[in-house]
């Protein structure tokens, strides 16, 4: 057996791709294998990259090689019964306070593409048609057997063992983690078709009927669309191809526009689950992504969740691992991740149960969403709720031990344990510069905020602070004086968006939430709050 790796990643989905590209970014030895000899296809995986999991890709350096295979979404419909749109813009609401805005295709394929561009450079390889076979695990590490397609088999030593292997994950079972839920008993059919329709390309639609809910999205090419039915019967005798008559059949009694279906490049049935992990721990092996969770894709949620599950745990791992930060720095990964399943699929749940509900009172209530969601979309309250949900930027980790809040926690702006938005600031040579860009390549950033109308005296504090507390793990920005480095905020916007009436230090992780808050800001407890965290600094004092 080789000497003991830091990491072995099981997986090599985003999930999977993400995390090994993180640990091993942050200076961890890692090994990620996955047990099919090719990636699967493309025509029924994961579609939707949500705006919280571009603001990681820029994080990670490849949000530019994301934005070129990408297709933006101009808007979400819903059909009504005559063919009438009600549509939600995606893209022109400020206050998510995010320089990329929107709901982007990408399909699975490319997303793992742009996710696997980076791991040579960082000395890793996905290793396909190795499967995880069994493994053992003690207090200093896992021994595990991989087997390969040939048969050959190889003992492998990790410290830690991460589960991203999806659904029928080895690693949940070998830790016999039980996976709570069940199947929907539905009849789900998915085409990916070249159709020719009234409907523009570039959006979404959705079409709730009698007979069941439709929704198209639209993927790269002209007037492509893949194409969901769901249909509140039970499924016809498993393994039952699907054939072009009955899926134009179905179309027509759930799509109130006409069209011709040009080319059916792939026609398929599957079923629909909604199932969660009873913890995501068990001594030195994690779960993630849909080892830990699987649901119904309302909303376009499960792939981006499973790639920010990967950054929430690959940062704090390696912080443990280099010492930089205390052990129960890792029991936060479940704290904060499982709750944020936990509601995705209760949500996703009740959706799917009012949109495709046996009986009457579901076809009841597919038949008034239309005209119901036509009123509802023309509220902008409902309209920022719906895509402060779908773009995951209102994800939140209040009750987090990593979260700590010291004074009074602003009227407007983010909390402890809230994401960082960002803002525009001004450096000393008069350029303009986002907070996302000046923090990317930290893995800390302290914000301290001198106040929207701060003296010199104010601002000579907070630079000399900002001198005091910089580390290699922590990278301090003063916002509101150009003195000692510091970033000007001359109409206040930075101030706005995090809401800061007077003075105030905001601690942001590496996955762009908010740590440690204080307003204002509290000398003495923000010393106190960083030597909790940091134990090198904890040392030191």
């Given at each position: 057996?080789?000497?003991?790796?830091?990491?072995?990643?099981?997986?090599?989905?985003?999930?999977?791709?993400?995390?090994?590209?993180?640990?091993?970014?942050?200076?961890?030895?890692?090994?990620?294998?996955?047990?099919?000899?090719?990636?699967?296809?493309?025509?029924?995986?994961?579609?939707?990259?949500?705006?919280?999991?571009?603001?990681?890709?820029?994080?990670?350096?490849?949000?530019?090689?994301?934005?070129?295979?990408?297709?933006?979404?101009?808007?979400?419909?819903?059909?009504?019964?005559?063919?009438?749109?009600?549509?939600?813009?995606?893209?022109?609401?400020?206050?998510?306070?995010?320089?990329?805005?929107?709901?982007?295709?990408?399909?699975?394929?490319?997303?793992?593409?742009?996710?696997?561009?980076?791991?040579?450079?960082?000395?890793?390889?996905?290793?396909?048609?190795?499967?995880?076979?069994?493994?053992?695990?003690?207090?200093?590490?896992?021994?595990?057997?991989?087997?390969?397609?040939?048969?050959?088999?190889?003992?492998?030593?990790?410290r830690w063992l991460l589960g991203c292997d999806g659904a029928h994950s080895a690693v949940r079972k070998g830790a016999d983690i039980a996976f709570e839920g069940d199947t929907y008993d539905d009849h789900c059919m998915l085409g990916d078709l070249i159709v020719d329709w009234p409907l523009p390309d570039g959006d979404i639609y959705i079409s709730p009927s009698r007979r069941g809910v439709a929704a198209a999205f639209p993927v790269p090419g002209?007037?492509?669309?893949?194409?969901?039915?769901?249909?509140?019967?039970?499924?016809?005798?498993?393994?039952?191809?699907?054939?072009?008559?009955?899926?134009?059949?179905?179309?027509?009694?759930?799509?109130?526009?006409?069209?011709?279906v040009q080319q059916a490049i792939v026609l398929s049935r599957y079923r629909l689950h909604h199932r969660v992990a009873a913890r995501l721990r068990k001594g030195r092996v994690f779960l993630a992504g849909d080892a830990a969770h699987i649901h119904s894709p309302a909303g376009g949620q499960g792939m981006n969740t499973g790639i920010q599950d990967a950054y929430n745990l690959a940062w704090k791992l390696a912080a443990v691992e280099q010492g930089?930060?205390?052990?129960?720095?890792?029991?936060?990964?479940?704290?904060?991740?499982?709750?944020?399943?936990?509601?995705?699929?209760?949500?996703?749940?009740?959706?799917?149960?009012?949109?495709?509900?046996?009986?009457?009172?579901?076809?009841?209530?597919?038949?008034?969403?239309?005209?119901?969601?036509?009123?509802?979309?023309?509220?902008?309250?409902?309209?920022?709720?719906?895509?402060?949900?779908?773009?995951?930027?209102?994800?939140?980790?209040?009750?987090?031990?990593?979260?700590?809040?010291?004074?009074?926690?602003?009227?407007?702006?983010?909390?402890?344990?809230?994401?960082?938005?960002?803002?525009?600031?001004?450096?000393?040579?008069?350029?303009?510069?986002?907070?996302?860009?000046?923090?990317?390549?930290?893995?800390?950033?302290?914000?301290?905020?001198?106040?929207?109308?701060?003296?010199?005296?104010?601002?000579?504090?907070?630079?000399?602070?900002?001198?005091?507390?910089?580390?290699?793990?922590?990278?301090?920005?003063?916002?509101?004086?150009?003195?000692?480095?510091?970033?000007?905020?001359?109409?206040?916007?930075?101030?706005?968006?995090?809401?800061?009436?007077?003075?105030?230090?905001?601690?942001?992780?590496?996955?762009?939430?908010?740590?440690?808050?204080?307003?204002?800001?509290?000398?003495?407890?923000?010393?106190?709050?960083?030597?909790?965290?940091?134990?090198?600094?904890?040392?030191?004092?």
């Amino acid at each position: 057996m080789a000497g003991a790796l830091d990491a072995l990643v099981v997986g090599g989905g985003p999930t999977g791709l993400t995390m090994a590209g993180e640990l091993a970014r942050r200076g961890l030895t890692v090994r990620i294998v996955d047990k099919a000899p090719e990636p699967p296809s493309d025509h029924s995986r994961a579609l939707a990259v949500q705006t919280r999991t571009m603001e990681l890709f820029r994080r990670m350096g490849i949000v530019d090689l994301a934005m070129e295979r990408a297709m933006r979404v101009g808007g979400i419909n819903v059909l009504l019964s005559d063919g009438q749109r009600a549509r939600l813009p995606i893209f022109d609401f400020p206050e998510l306070s995010t320089p990329i805005p929107g709901i982007f295709i990408l399909q699975q394929f490319d997303t793992e593409r742009v996710l696997a561009s980076r791991l040579s450079g960082l000395g890793v390889t996905l290793e396909r048609g190795v499967e995880l076979a069994s493994y053992t695990q003690d207090s200093a590490g896992v021994a595990c057997t991989l087997r390969r397609a040939d048969g050959s088999s190889e003992e492998v030593r990790a410290r830690w063992l991460l589960g991203c292997d999806g659904a029928h994950s080895a690693v949940r079972k070998g830790a016999d983690i039980a996976f709570e839920g069940d199947t929907y008993d539905d009849h789900c059919m998915l085409g990916d078709l070249i159709v020719d329709w009234p409907l523009p390309d570039g959006d979404i639609y959705i079409s709730p009927s009698r007979r069941g809910v439709a929704a198209a999205f639209p993927v790269p090419g002209s007037h492509r669309f893949r194409v969901i039915l769901i249909r509140p019967e039970p499924p016809p005798t498993h393994g039952a191809q699907v054939s072009l008559a009955e899926f134009e059949a179905a179309m027509r009694e759930m799509i109130p526009v006409p069209f011709r279906v040009q080319q059916a490049i792939v026609l398929s049935r599957y079923r629909l689950h909604h199932r969660v992990a009873a913890r995501l721990r068990k001594g030195r092996v994690f779960l993630a992504g849909d080892a830990a969770h699987i649901h119904s894709p309302a909303g376009g949620q499960g792939m981006n969740t499973g790639i920010q599950d990967a950054y929430n745990l690959a940062w704090k791992l390696a912080a443990v691992e280099q010492g930089r930060m205390p052990a129960w720095l890792l029991d936060t990964y479940e704290v904060e991740r499982l709750p944020v399943a936990r509601k995705l699929i209760d949500f996703t749940d009740r959706l799917f149960g009012l949109m495709a509900g046996h009986g009457p009172v579901g076809r009841t209530l597919r038949a008034i969403a239309p005209r119901l969601a036509s009123r509802a979309l023309g509220i902008s309250a409902v309209q920022r709720r719906i895509l402060g949900f779908l773009s995951q930027i209102k994800i939140r980790y209040r009750k987090s031990p990593l979260s700590v809040q010291i004074g009074n926690p602003p009227e407007h702006g983010p909390r402890a344990g809230d994401r960082a938005p960002d803002a525009v600031v001004r450096s000393a040579a008069g350029e303009q510069v986002h907070l996302f860009d000046l923090m990317r390549d930290a893995e800390f950033s302290l914000l301290l905020f001198t106040g929207p109308q701060a003296d010199g005296g104010a601002r000579e504090h907070a630079r000399k602070l900002a001198a005091q507390l910089g580390s290699p793990d922590l990278k301090v920005l003063v916002i509101g004086a150009l003195e000692g480095g510091g970033f000007a905020d001359p109409d206040g916007h930075a101030h706005a968006a995090y809401g800061v009436a007077s003075s105030a230090a905001v601690l942001v992780r590496p996955d762009g939430y908010v740590g440690v808050r204080s307003d204002p800001l509290d000398e003495g407890e923000l010393r106190q709050a960083l030597s909790r965290l940091f134990t090198r600094r904890a040392e030191a004092a």
